[in-house]
């Protein structure tokens, strides 16, 4: 290998330490202030987070059409989805070390509960899948297992307005990644009919 190839892959493995460092901030203040017994509504930071990173996932497509390719923000996609789930493991965690398991029992009858529940399920098989291993031995059936982000989106959403208190966040998340995936879909359109 030469000098400058071990150069790039050198600033290419940092701008990524950096990124996962970026997203995992968040959660290591929430980690380090709840070990400081400082009061904060964990559960819904940690949703919120999980959420956010979710809508951030699925605005780099439509992005891309507006801006121009992003490359480098296309090819670590994957990585915004992998910290949406770290956040809701998070959110399950924080939830889960208040609850008896009566309250988790009874969280399958409630319906807006019972959306996250469904929601972090499809989300497991999705971010074992992320990395470039699974990628490569999924081949084309990558692309049909990950379209489920779609439907885990709207479940996402249900349970988010349902359950959540900051609902205008919920609300206004939405309609942004609502308008551009339209946006995107009728440019889609418009090119095939054309
Ligand atoms: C895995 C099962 C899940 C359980 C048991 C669960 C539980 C909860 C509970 C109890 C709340 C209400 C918090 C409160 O008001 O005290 C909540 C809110 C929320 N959860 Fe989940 N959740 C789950 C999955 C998910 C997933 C998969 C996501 C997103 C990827 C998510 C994102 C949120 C959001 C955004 C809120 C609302 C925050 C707010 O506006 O207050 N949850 N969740």
Avoid: C
Avoid at 65 to 92: D, T
Avoid at 160 to 187: C, F, N, P
Wanted: proline share 4%; glycine share 8%; no cysteine.
């Amino acid at each position: 290998m030469t000098d400058s190839t071990t150069e790039g892959l050198g600033a290419r493995n940092r701008a990524r330490l950096m990124l996962w460092a970026a997203m995992a901030a968040p959660g290591a203040v929430l980690v380090v202030l709840g070990l400081a017994h400082v009061k904060l509504p964990y559960t819904n930071l940690t949703g919120l987070l999980a959420g956010l990173f979710l809508a951030l996932t699925l605005l780099v497509t439509p992005l891309q059409r507006i801006v121009g390719p992003l490359p480098w923000l296309k090819s670590r996609r994957r990585y915004l989805g992998v910290a949406s789930f770290g956040y809701m493991v998070l959110h399950l965690a924080v939830w889960l070390a208040k609850a008896n398991l009566q309250n988790v029992l009874q969280s399958f009858t409630r319906p807006e509960i019972l959306l996250g529940w469904l929601a972090g399920a499809i989300m497991l098989p999705l971010a074992v899948t992320s990395f470039d291993g699974a990628v490569r031995a999924l081949g084309r059936r990558w692309k049909a297992l990950h379209r489920w982000v779609y439907p885990m989106a709207v479940l996402v959403l249900g349970h988010w307005l349902w359950a959540g208190d900051w609902k205008r966040t919920g609300i206004a998340t939405a309609v942004i990644v609502i308008a551009l995936e339209l946006w995107r879909y009728s440019q889609f359109r418009g090119r095939a009919t054309r």
